[in-house]
Nanobody
Framework: QVHPVESGGGLVQAGDSLRLACAGS????????EGWFRQAPGKEREFVAA????????SYSDSVQGRFTISRETAKYSVYLQMDNLKPEDTAVYYC??????????????????WGQGTQVSVSS
């Protein structure tokens, strides 16, 4: 099993940058597709970005395309979400999730098998 653990959340101002990290416990983490989701108060969990097992394929939601970058570092069993030009509407709890390799990267929460506990990102205007 994979047990993702998120870190890097915090309170920033609009226009600032933040990098989230998602770490696995061992090398098996590197064989999974990793995704980032977020959930704002009163809203459904929404897809943010995903990356395949070797980092060769990524996908993003329209709302973060061009501002966020997902990457992975296999030597550290980690996936990152670099968030630039943050906006107040990016405020949410951000979750890292994993699913087994498939031809297409998952963009729905029910496609993912393992979830982290989440990390809070707050962006003030």
């Amino acid at each position: 099993q994979v047990h993702p653990v998120e870190s890097g959340g915090g309170l920033v101002q609009a226009g600032d940058s933040l990098r989230l990290a998602c770490a696995g416990s061992d090398y098996t983490f590197n064989y999974y597709v990793e995704g980032w989701f977020r959930q704002a108060p009163g809203k459904e969990r929404e897809f943010v970005a995903a990356i395949d097992w070797d980092g060769g394929k990524t996908s993003y939601s329209d709302s973060v395309q061009g501002r966020f970058t997902i990457s992975r570092e296999t030597a550290k069993y980690s996936v990152y979400l670099q968030m630039d030009n943050l906006k107040p509407e990016d405020t949410a709890v951000y979750y890292c999730a994993a699913h087994r390799p498939r031809p297409e990267l998952g963009s729905r929460a029910d496609e993912y098998d393992y979830w982290g506990q989440g990390t809070q990102v707050s962006v003030s205007s």
